[in-house]
């Protein structure tokens, strides 16, 4: 099946600092989506990439739909600490299932 | 309702007893999947249902594990025959045809 690999797997900030966190896969995608899960609830959809090249931002975060089409970055600026959780990306070709990536947890300290 | 819900959001349950978890996914949404997430860990693909086709059951881990849907509607996931390693939470999602997908609060198995 198809493989992401999410990277890093973990993350500990400083308040204001800005984090980065990517995805790659082995197959070319043509959805890119990426979601935040707070602890005790469901992920939640943070932003949706539908074109390779497309930069697209959400408030603080920002993504991209990488080039090649396998491979996708999310960028918070300036954290906060009700940025913490875990953060997923997903993708998917055309006709097939959505494949998530292990997750990012982030911690952001005061 | 507007998003997709689940029940129960709490289950506690004995080895070796059969439970059932319900979703309700968003209407409309003609995909369906169910994931497994244990403490601290990632989403494990259990079961996805698209539409009126054949559903991909390649992510349940044993004969124990199955799921229905009726038409693009209600779902359940049943458990046989529950062990202690089936402890997790279980969450449902559904997508739009433009495939962004969303999920429920999931429900929480807790196997003594």
């Known amino acids: 099946g198809q493989q992401l690999n999410q990277s890093p797997q973990s993350m500990f900030i400083q308040e204001g600092e800005d984090v980065s966190m990517n995805c790659t896969s082995s197959?070319?995608?043509?959805?890119w989506l990426w979601y935040k899960q707070d602890p005790g609830e469901g992920p939640v959809l943070l932003i949706a990439?539908?074109?390779?090249?497309e930069l697209t931002s959400n408030g603080r975060l920002t993504a991209q739909f990488g080039i090649t089409r396998k491979d996708s970055f999310l960028n918070i600026s300036a954290s906060i600490p009700s940025d913490v959780g875990i953060y997923f990306c997903?993708?998917?070709?055309?006709?097939?299932?959505?494949?998530f990536g292990e997750g990012t947890q982030l911690t952001v300290n005061p | 309702g507007a998003g997709v819900s689940q029940s129960p959001s709490n289950k506690v349950t004995e080895k070796g007893k059969d439970v059932e978890l319900r979703c309700d996914p968003i209407?409309?949404?003609?995909?369906l999947y169910w994931y497994r997430q244990r403490l601290g860990q990632g989403l494990e693909f259990l079961i996805y249902f698209q539409g009126n086709s054949a559903p991909d059951k390649s992510g349940l881990p044993s004969d124990r594990f199955s799921a229905e849907r009726t038409g693009e509607s209600v779902s359940t996931l049943t458990i046989q025959r529950t062990q202690q390693e089936d402890s997790a939470v279980y969450l449902c999602?559904?997508?739009?045809?433009?495939?962004?997908?969303?999920f429920g609060e999931g429900s929480r198995l807790t196997v003594l």
């Open positions: 990439l539908y074109k390779a090249g």
């Open positions: 209407s409309g949404h003609t995909a």
């Open positions: 999602a559904s997508s739009s045809a433009t495939g962004e997908l969303f």
């Open positions: 997903a993708g998917r070709t055309s006709g097939s299932r959505l494949t």
């Open positions: 197959s070319i995608f043509n959805t």
